[in-house]
């Protein structure tokens, strides 16, 4: 089996306090949700309800603001209580509609009418996408909507990316979904193909996965579309889109594939397309990887948008001690959650509490030459060199721009002895509009 895969730098990440990914548990519905008007990459959505208004499960409480903008919908029954703002780690400050859990329920627990989507035109499609509100569901949370659309912008052929690559253990969430949802995963993957106009589907699937990626593709092929299984390698960061794509340029040219424009998409946020087209029905609830060294039950949860972090941490029992760090995401891209009262969003993929041993050291010390900086970057870039060069105004130009190529997977962070912040400083370091 050949095995595509970025050509230098990376690392294999394991981590013995991610929860077990056989199966998912179901998180209790909150009495008290929050939910924030931005769970995207653009402004905020408009809030159309108003303190003391009832609104239904699923119904419209958020309508979507221009470009990079998605619609919110109020994940339970029951009655706005009020509106509330936060700082966010980020710095911007997010607003949210609190609902108080009362009434019945339109859709949990009812039979689920299915919708015929085949004859469907893909504007129609794309329409349904976005009046549910879909987005893509890790990272900012980029509208599928608008990633279609700016597909037809760019040269045919198309072809749709099912990213189910599994480098970092906190990926249990997804691994669980494609699991217990893969013909959701799949069926989604075709709408998806046909909103977009794509020639072909692609499953990137982790080589340690392929019975996964077969299912997945038998699935999908069952519908007439031309699909393919790409096996990637398990090192991180080949999920991220630089080195995914060029993973898949070398499958292209090596069986002689005109791949043409990218679109790639996590099985997240394809299952959510199916619930949107087929089941008319907004993102309600996630699969969420929930654990850490500080608790005490690891679990993968499907949680309720708007469930406060810190319920979902009771859920599983607790913390055995003090945390010294609490975040969502993975350990090693994190983004640090301020209070235990925010919430879960359409794009938490995890959330995690570690104790201070899982830290390691944490003091910073000089840098010690080491070189392992430079072994693990998949950019081929010198860490150490642009960590000292963007700090002082010899070459700084110079520094600056190379910086601009540093997508800030981490690898270099996480085997420097000296603890150094070196792709945190130097993305902050880069100039504006040259992030991946």
Request: aromatic share 6%.
């Amino acid at each position: 089996m050949k095995i595509y895969s970025f050509s230098v730098g990376g690392i294999v990440v394991e981590d013995s306090t991610v929860p077990p990914k056989d199966a998912s548990v179901i998180a209790f519905l909150p009495g008290l949700s929050v939910i924030p008007l931005v769970q995207h990459t653009g402004s905020r959505a408009y809030p159309i309800v108003s303190v003391g208004d009832f609104v239904t499960e699923g119904m419209l409480i958020g309508r979507c603001q221009g470009p990079g903008s998605a619609n919110i919908h109020a994940t339970v029954p029951g009655r706005v209580v009020r509106m509330v703002s936060w700082k966010m780690a980020e710095g911007y400050t997010n607003d949210a509609l609190v609902i108080r859990m009362e009434g019945s329920f339109e859709m949990l627990g009812k039979r689920q009418e299915c919708y015929s989507w085949q004859g469907l035109s893909p504007d129609e499609l794309c329409r349904l996408i976005s009046e549910c509100g879909i987005v893509e569901m890790e990272g900012m949370g980029e509208p599928a909507a608008d990633m279609i659309a700016s597909l037809g912008k760019l040269p045919e052929p198309y072809t749709l990316v099912v990213r189910c690559v599994f480098d970092d253990p906190w990926l249990a969430a997804d691994y669980t979904l494609c699991r217990e949802r893969l013909k959701a995963v799949a069926e989604g993957s075709v709408i998806t193909a046909l909103a977009a106009r794509v020639s072909r589907i692609i499953f990137a699937v982790s080589h340690r996965e392929k019975d996964l990626g077969d299912k997945l593709m038998a699935e999908a092929a069952s519908f007439g579309i031309p699909v393919s299984l790409v096996p990637v390698s398990s090192r991180y960061p080949q999920k991220n889109r630089r080195e995914l794509e060029y993973a898949l340029r070398m499958y292209g040219k090596k069986e002689a594939v005109e791949l043409g424009s990218l679109l790639i998409l996590g099985p997240a946020t394809l299952a959510a397309v199916h619930d949107a087209v087929k089941l008319r029905k907004p993102i309600l609830d996630r699969y969420v990887a929930v654990g850490g060294s500080a608790v005490k039950t690891p679990q993968v949860m499907r949680v309720r948008i708007g469930t406060r972090i810190g319920e979902v941490f009771a859920e599983c029992g607790g913390f055995i001690d003090t945390p010294r760090r609490i975040a969502t995401g993975s350990p090693i891209m994190g983004r640090s959650v301020v209070d235990l009262d925010e919430p879960v969003v359409k794009t938490t993929t995890g959330v995690f509490a570690i104790l201070r041993s899982q830290m390691g050291g944490t003091r910073k010390r000089n840098c010690i030459g080491c070189g392992e900086c430079r072994t693990v970057c998949p950019v081929g870039l010198d860490p150490e060199a642009l960590y000292k060069g963007c700090a002082t105004e010899e070459n700084r130009e110079f520094h600056l721009k190379r910086a601009g190529e540093c997508h800030g997977c981490g690898c270099c962070e996480v085997v420097c002895p000296s603890r150094l912040p070196l792709s945190t400083a130097i993305r902050n370091a880069s100039p504006p509009g040259s992030r991946l």
